[in-house]
């Protein structure tokens, strides 16, 4: 279990997170909701600490515990654990140009965790191959798809072979067509069991995969619950208006 406990974090004047409590459950796939400027992507890069909150902790309960506390003068030494157990998937793909799809993927593997490098690459072909690019091992981003590019990102996060998957909006900069092929890998890793933190757009996913969605607003946790609650009996007037948009896009 991952326990997150009164996260703040301000931008100057701008409160951008004001007290975000979430317990993810070993296995579970979190889908997080909002309108732009919500603070769901700060929320998320929080969790990497990509961003760094003014106050609150994380707590990977499960043996070996550990528990980041985001006011504690070891938080240096803390953030390094961090992103140890944590795999982040971004918007923009963010692969290493100059280094090949086998290459970005072992990056952290050897430089990081200090893996053997012929293990590594083993260890990274098993991953491309559960990603359906075996055969683009060899090629450069550049010679890549942008649906192929994001597979190889969350191919490079598996690497480090996290306890918790965090993916920023993984499909928003894709062409339409190249969408399913992302949201395909992803069920695959949901059914194979990782624990997953997701911000998206996109409905049917989280119908079809989520175990819980929440919706933020303000900086604020307005609501959360299975995805049938959220989607066909949502409370929270909020909620109900940023889904009415949502349909209607």
């Not at 306890?163 to 949901?190: C, R, Y």
Request: hydrophobic share 40%; proline share 5%.
């Amino acid at each position: 279990m991952i326990e997150v406990r009164n996260i703040h974090k301000t931008f100057g004047d701008n409160a951008v997170l004001r007290g975000i409590d979430l317990t993810i459950q070993k296995g579970q796939v979190v889908v997080i909701l909002g309108p732009s400027g919500s603070g769901k992507t700060t929320f998320l890069r929080c969790l990497n600490a990509l961003e760094l909150p003014e106050q609150g902790t994380i707590t990977f309960t499960h043996d070996p515990m550990l528990k980041i506390d985001f006011t504690s003068p070891s938080i240096q030494k803390d953030i390094l654990a961090l992103r140890r157990r944590s795999g982040m998937v971004f918007q923009q793909y963010n692969l290493f140009p100059h280094k090949t799809a086998l290459e970005n993927i072992i990056e952290g593997p050897v430089y990081v965790q200090g893996k053997n490098i012929a293990v590594a690459k083993q260890e990274a072909m098993v991953l491309l191959e559960k990603v359906g690019l075996v055969d683009k091992a060899n090629l450069y981003p550049f010679q890549l798809s942008g649906g192929q590019q994001q597979r190889v990102g969350i191919a490079r996060a598996l690497a480090i072979q996290p306890e918790l998957m965090l993916f920023d909006e993984p499909t928003s900069a894709l062409d339409p067509e190249l969408v399913q092929d992302v949201l395909n890998t992803m069920k695959e890793l949901a059914h194979e069991g990782w624990t997953m933190v997701v911000v998206t757009h996109e409905i049917k996913f989280a119908l079809d995969v989520a175990d819980s969605v929440v919706v933020m607003d303000g900086g604020v946790i307005v609501e959360q619950g299975s995805p049938e609650d959220l989607f066909h009996h949502p409370q929270h007037e909020r909620t109900k208006a940023f889904l009415q948009r949502l349909r209607a896009d």
